[in-house]
Each structure stands twice: as structure tokens, then as C-alpha cells.
């Protein structure tokens, strides 16, 4: 018998845990970077987040009763190994246990991702992703949680968007560890951890596990058919579609001459056989398309960004646009052809003000609207033979959206920052309803 098709919701540790200094769990890059004047809108902290460390059972519950099949979270690094190497913190562990437990009780398949950007500060302190024995350590880590939890998890994540954790983190230092570094020392940190996923997956694969990396793809198009916006375009789906995708599938990293990286640095013999072909599934998060320009002068990129014209905009600005999904699983399945292994959603949301009525209820009918028309993309690029094998909604409880604090609201359930308490959105109903008749649609 085939697997059934993953229905899920999607989260992330550092989003939603809290309980940041306990049972032994060391601190990460976000700790010290959401401390910092000025990184976090507002100076939101993220030290209660969801208080999921605490209210997770209530969390599944929620799950159940949304009647997922699947359930994607990250294992923050830093509860499992406090110092990023060497010791592992058993009660780091003996949480995602219990968790992983309760899912399987209530037959939710669970999903973890090792790494969802929560770096333990050790490492940072020792030289993070610009040093290579980070993605060593970082494969230590996945062989230790592998073995108490592969028993009962098949599938793995290694690693959460890891060109965004590289940009977003070390070159235009918005997110931890805040670093702004020259590009060939970003391809460096971007290679390590490649790298990273490549040595992960072999530890995972020697246990007989099935490894998933998850990218964030957005289709890209120039803005005018210049010959400079195009070369912006071109540049920019380089660098976002192909930098963590083309080594995995083909053993080689795309031409970055754009960026005036000949070589990529750290590169050593036998990295690249690592990381060739390390991938059993590739995760999708896809949220909006691209649209490129020629770049503005000295701003030392080889691309700009025009506006994506005629699309609504959530709250956090990002344009609504569904038939991108489908584009991005077309423009993967025709640039990779019979190499591209199956394709998972693992994240797909939109964040939006909330309307409380005086009854209490949320009604969020553009994230609704949103889900549907998405859902839609992804049912239709199947029938036209694409081999996705889930979707995974992000996410679960409004939560710390990074550098935005608790100002986007991306949840199906609405948290009430004072009160810790959970209400259930409209959508919640509405993807409740669409995963009971799509999976009764496959059971019968
Ligand atoms: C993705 C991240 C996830 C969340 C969503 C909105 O880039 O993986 O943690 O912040 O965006």
C-alpha cells in the first residue's frame, strides 16, 4: 500500500517553545540576537512564544481535532546538544519523545526538521556556518536524535531554508546571527551548510531513514523584457531556486559568476559527492513570486525587486498569488527532470490582522481564500503528473514571526498574547472540513 497523501500544519521550535533556559537547554543565535536594539519589531521577546514547551498536549489536541495526518516541527539543536557538540542533553530529547508518542497515539505522522535556524550559541561563538566543523557538528546532532527517535519517525527534515537562514542571517544581518558579510564568505557559510545536509543524511540514511530537504522557492520574472531586468531575473532565481536545490540533485552548485563567485569557497574534495543525490524528498515552502529588476546602482547585487503587479497583499505585504505554487513545482519538475525526487509543501500561509466578533470568533476569510486557491495549485500540478506527496499549512498557532515579533498572525488557531489562550480561527474549520473529505475521498 501506497503512503496516504500528508495533510498537515507546519511550526517551528524557536517560534513557539519558550521555556528557553530550561531542563538544560543552551542558548541559540535568536537568544542573543532578538535582545538586540532594534532587530525585533517592537522588542518583542521571544522567551514565552507559545509557551508550547508547556502547553504542548493542548497543542495536539489541537491537532486532533483539526484531524491532520501529519505534523511538521523543528527539534531545536540547542535542547538536544546545549553546547551545539558533545554532550546531549537527554532531557532535551525526552521532550520531542513524548511529543512524537502522542502524535503516533493519534495516528499524526510526525515531521521533524533538525534544524529550523536556532543555531546553539557555542557554535556561533566558535565561528557558526562560516567554519566547516559546524556541519560535523550539526551531523553528531542528527545521528543523536536519529537514534531515539528513528525507531518511530521514518521521515526527516535536515534543514529549514537554508537560503534564507545564509542571507537573511549572514549578509544582510536581519535575522541571527546578524552577521553582514562579503558574498564569497556567504557562499562559504551557504556551502557549510550544504554540507551540513549532505553528512546529516548520510547518518540518517545508515539508519534506515528518509531524509527531506526544505527549500523556500519563489518563480521569478523580470519586470520588463530588458535585457537587464532579465539578467536580474536569471540571477535571482540562481540564487533562490537553484543554490540549495542544484548541488542536491547534480553534484554541482549553479554558475555564480552573476554574484562574482568563480569558485565557491570551502569547497574540499568529496563535498560535493556528500551532498549529490542526498535527498529523498525536497521540501517546498512557497509564499509569493519574484519579480526582478536590474539593480539599483552600488547596491553590490546583481538584481533588484519590482512590484508584482495586480496582487493582493497580506499583512505582511507579500502578494497573494496560488498559481505560483504551481509554477514552482513546474519549474522544478522541467529544470530537473527524472532526478527530482518527490516534492512535499511544507509550508504554505499568509499572515492577516485578526476580526474578533463579540462572540469571540475569528473570522480570516482571505487566509481562506488563500489556502484554496493554493491547495488548488497543488491538486492540479498532480493531475498534470507531479509527484507531491504533501501539504503543510504554516502554521498552527499564531507564534514569533522572527524579526517581525508577534506582529504577523499566521496561525489557523489565534493566541491571545496575555492569556496564552488558543481560539480556533474560521480556517481552522475550513481546513478541518477539507482534510476529512480529502482523506475519506482516499480511504474509500
Ligand atoms: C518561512 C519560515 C517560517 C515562517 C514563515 C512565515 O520563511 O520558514 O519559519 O517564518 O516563513
Given at each position: 500500500?501506497?503512503?496516504?497523501?500528508?495533510?498537515?500544519?507546519?511550526?517551528?521550535?524557536?517560534?513557539?517553545?519558550?521555556?528557553?533556559?530550561?531542563d538544560?537547554?543552551?542558548?541559540?543565535v535568536?537568544?542573543?540576537?532578538?535582545?538586540?536594539?532594534?532587530?525585533?519589531?517592537?522588542?518583542?521577546?521571544?522567551?514565552l512564544?507559545?509557551?508550547?514547551?508547556?502547553?504542548?498536549?493542548?497543542d495536539?489536541?489541537?491537532?486532533?481535532?483539526?484531524?491532520?495526518?501529519?505534523?511538521?516541527?523543528?527539534?531545536?539543536?540547542?535542547?538536544?546538544?546545549?553546547?551545539?557538540r558533545g554532550?546531549?542533553?537527554?532531557?532535551?530529547?525526552?521532550?520531542?519523545?513524548?511529543?512524537?508518542?502522542?502524535?503516533?497515539?493519534?495516528?499524526?505522522?510526525?515531521?521533524?526538521t533538525?534544524?529550523?535556524?536556532?543555531?546553539?550559541?557555542?557554535?556561533?561563538?566558535?565561528?557558526?556556518?562560516?567554519?566547516?566543523?559546524?556541519?560535523?557538528?550539526?551531523?553528531?546532532?542528527?545521528?543523536?536524535?536519529?537514534?531515539?527517535?528513528?525507531?518511530?519517525?521514518?521521515?526527516?527534515?535536515?534543514?529549514?531554508?537554508?537560503?534564507?537562514?545564509?542571507?537573511?542571517?549572514?549578509?544582510?544581518?536581519?535575522?541571527a546571527?546578524?552577521r553582514?558579510?562579503?558574498?564569497?564568505?556567504?557562499?562559504?557559510?551557504?556551502?557549510?551548510?550544504?554540507?551540513?545536509?549532505?553528512?546529516?543524511?548520510?547518518?540518517?540514511?545508515?539508519?534506515?531513514?528518509?531524509?527531506?530537504?526544505?527549500?523556500?522557492?519563489?518563480?521569478?520574472?523580470?519586470?520588463?523584457?530588458?535585457?537587464?531586468?532579465?539578467?536580474?531575473?536569471?540571477?535571482?532565481?540562481?540564487?533562490?531556486?537553484?543554490?540549495?536545490?542544484?548541488?542536491?540533485?547534480?553534484?554541482?552548485?549553479?554558475?555564480?559568476s552573476?554574484?562574482?563567485?568563480?569558485?565557491?569557497?570551502g569547497?574540499?574534495?568529496?563535498?560535493?559527492?556528500?551532498?549529490?543525490?542526498?535527498?529523498?524528498?525536497?521540501?517546498?515552502?512557497?509564499?509569493?513570486?519574484?519579480?526582478?529588476?536590474?539593480?539599483?546602482?552600488?547596491?553590490?547585487?546583481?538584481?533588484?525587486?519590482?512590484?508584482?503587479?495586480?496582487?493582493?497583499?497580506?499583512?505582511?505585504?507579500?502578494?497573494?498569488?496560488?498559481?505560483?505554487?504551481?509554477r514552482?513545482?513546474?519549474?522544478?519538475?522541467?529544470?530537473?527532470g527524472?532526478?527530482?525526487?518527490?516534492?512535499y509543501?511544507?509550508?504554505?500561509?499568509?499572515?492577516?490582522?485578526?476580526?474578533?466578533?463579540?462572540?469571540g470568533?475569528?473570522?480570516?476569510p482571505?487566509?481562506?481564500?488563500?489556502?484554496?486557491?493554493?491547495?488548488?495549485?497543488?491538486?492540479?500540478?498532480?493531475?498534470?503528473?507531479?509527484?507531491?506527496?504533501?501539504?503543510?499549512?504554516?502554521?498552527?498557532?499564531?507564534?514569533?514571526?522572527?524579526?517581525?515579533?508577534?506582529?504577523?498572525?499566521?496561525?489557523?488557531?489565534?493566541?491571545?498574547?496575555?492569556?496564552?489562550?488558543?481560539?480556533?480561527?474560521?480556517?481552522?474549520?475550513?481546513?478541518?472540513?477539507l482534510?476529512?473529505?480529502?482523506?475519506?475521498?482516499?480511504?474509500?
Amino acid at each position: 500500500m501506497s503512503s496516504p497523501f500528508l495533510w498537515g500544519v507546519a511550526s517551528s521550535a524557536f517560534q513557539i517553545e519558550g521555556a528557553l533556559d530550561e531542563d538544560g537547554r543552551g542558548p541559540s543565535v535568536w537568544d542573543v540576537f532578538s535582545e538586540r536594539p532594534g532587530a525585533v519589531r517592537d522588542g518583542h521577546s521571544p522567551a514565552l512564544a507559545c509557551d508550547h514547551y508547556h502547553r504542548w498536549a493542548e497543542d495536539v489536541e489541537l491537532l486532533d481535532r483539526l484531524g491532520v495526518n501529519a505534523y511538521r516541527f523543528s527539534l531545536a539543536w540547542p535542547r538536544v546538544v546545549p553546547t551545539g557538540r558533545g554532550a546531549v542533553n537527554g532531557a532535551g530529547l525526552d521532550f520531542y519523545d513524548h511529543l512524537v508518542d502522542s502524535l503516533l497515539a493519534r495516528g499524526i505522522a510526525p515531521v521533524p526538521t533538525l534544524f529550523h535556524w536556532d543555531l546553539p550559541l557555542a557554535l556561533e561563538e566558535a565561528g557558526g556556518w562560516s567554519e566547516r566543523d559546524t556541519a560535523h557538528a550539526f551531523a553528531e546532532y542528527a545521528a543523536a536524535a536519529a537514534d531515539r527517535l528513528g525507531d518511530r519517525v521514518d521521515r526527516w527534515i535536515t534543514l529549514n531554508e537554508p537560503l534564507v537562514h545564509t542571507t537573511y542571517g549572514h549578509a544582510l544581518g536581519v535575522h541571527a546571527p546578524g552577521r553582514i558579510l562579503e558574498v564569497p564568505e556567504v557562499m562559504r557559510v551557504a556551502h557549510h551548510m550544504l554540507l551540513a545536509h549532505g553528512l546529516a543524511a548520510g547518518e540518517l540514511r545508515s539508519r534506515g531513514l528518509e531524509v527531506l530537504l526544505t527549500n523556500n522557492y519563489s518563480p521569478v520574472s523580470p519586470a520588463t523584457g530588458s535585457e537587464a531586468d532579465t539578467a536580474a531575473a536569471h540571477a535571482y532565481d540562481t540564487l533562490h531556486n537553484r543554490l540549495f536545490t542544484d548541488p542536491v540533485l547534480t553534484g554541482a552548485y549553479p554558475d555564480l559568476s552573476a554574484f562574482g563567485v568563480a569558485e565557491v569557497p570551502g569547497v574540499r574534495e568529496g563535498d560535493l559527492k556528500a551532498v549529490a543525490g542526498s535527498a529523498d524528498g525536497l521540501g517546498i515552502n512557497y509564499y509569493n513570486p519574484t519579480v526582478a529588476t536590474a539593480p539599483d546602482e552600488g547596491s553590490g547585487l546583481p538584481f533588484g525587486f519590482g512590484e508584482v503587479a495586480g496582487a493582493p497583499v497580506t499583512a505582511f505585504g507579500w502578494p497573494v498569488v496560488p498559481e505560483g505554487l504551481g509554477r514552482t513545482i513546474d519549474l522544478l519538475r522541467g529544470r530537473h527532470g527524472d532526478a527530482l525526487p518527490p516534492l512535499y509543501v511544507t509550508e504554505n500561509g499568509c499572515s492577516y490582522e485578526d476580526r474578533v466578533s463579540p462572540g469571540g470568533r475569528i473570522a480570516d476569510p482571505e487566509r481562506i481564500a488563500y489556502l484554496e486557491g493554493h491547495v488548488a495549485e497543488v491538486e492540479a500540478a498532480r493531475e498534470r503528473g507531479a509527484d507531491v506527496r504533501g501539504y503543510f499549512v504554516w502554521t498552527l498557532t499564531d507564534n514569533f514571526e522572527w524579526a517581525e515579533g508577534y506582529h504577523q498572525r499566521f496561525g489557523l488557531v489565534h493566541v491571545d498574547r496575555a492569556t496564552q489562550a488558543r481560539t480556533p480561527k474560521d480556517s481552522f474549520s475550513w481546513y478541518r472540513d477539507l482534510v476529512a473529505a480529502r482523506t475519506a475521498s482516499a480511504d474509500a
